[in-house]
């Protein structure tokens, strides 16, 4: 089993920044990429970005350019720096962890990221 730990959500004003970490535990075999995923109320999950162990990543549009995603493969850790913060950004964050084997992912219990105007 695997276990995701997410931290460093908050509340920020609007323009801020918050840094959110993950670290995964337990029986890591294989890990394909690791990612985050944010759910607003009354909308769908989307993926907001996602690195592979390679190190290529990938973001939704309305964040390109402020959030960045990083990685220590070393220590399994996932990171997630979101500069320029809207409100519209506010959603729990969601870390998680593809392997195994690809299409199988492992998911955190989330953490609240709340942006004021």
């Known amino acids: 089993q695997v276990h995701l730990v997410e931290s460093g959500g908050g509340l920020v004003q609007a323009g801020g920044s918050l840094r959110l970490s993950c670290v995964a535990s337990g029986s890591i075999f294989r890990i394909y990429s690791m990612g985050w995923y944010r759910q607003a109320p009354g909308k769908q999950r989307e993926l907001v970005a996602s690195?592979?162990?390679?190190?290529?990543?990938d973001y939704v549009d309305s964040v390109k350019g402020r959030f960045t995603i990083s990685r220590d493969n070393a220590k399994n850790t996932v990171y997630l720096q979101m500069n320029s913060l809207k409100p519209e950004d506010t959603a729990v964050y969601y870390c998680?962890?593809?392997?195994?084997?690809?299409?199988?992912?492992?998911w955190g219990q989330g953490t609240q990221v709340t942006v004021s105007s």
């Open positions: 998680t962890l593809e392997g195994p084997y690809r299409g199988h992912e492992y």
């Open positions: 690195c592979t162990t390679e190190g290529s990543t």
